[in-house]
């Protein structure tokens, strides 16, 4: 299934490097949360004394990819507090945000 093309409301384009960004609308956000809370990830990398703190992003313009992460981290911490939740909407069931009606 490909996405619906958005509609671009401004654009800017780059002459020197032929680079464009557009903004365009969205369906909504999507966002990983644990226990109803709002989440940072961050990694670390242990091969250096000092700590570099890597963030990844937890919101998301589509739906897909929060729920792709709230899977990964349930398995990851053996757990099932990581939830979807929509800016619009609040929880969404991963069934739902597939097009399938909620059993």
Request: with cysteine; glycine share 6%; proline share 5%.
């Amino acid at each position: 299934m490909s996405r619906t093309k958005p509609t671009v409301l401004l654009w800017h384009e780059d002459k020197t490097s032929s680079a464009r960004e557009e903004v365009a609308t969205g369906a909504g956000c999507w966002t990983v949360m644990y226990r109803q809370q709002p989440i940072t990830l961050r990694g670390c990398s242990t091969a250096t004394r000092l700590p570099i703190y890597k963030y990844r992003r937890t919101s998301f313009s589509h739906a897909g990819h929060a729920h792709l992460l709230a899977r990964r981290l349930n398995a990851l911490y053996r757990t099932e507090n990581f939830e979807v939740w929509s800016s619009q909407m609040g929880r969404l069931p991963e069934r739902e945000t597939l097009g399938h009606p909620q059993t």
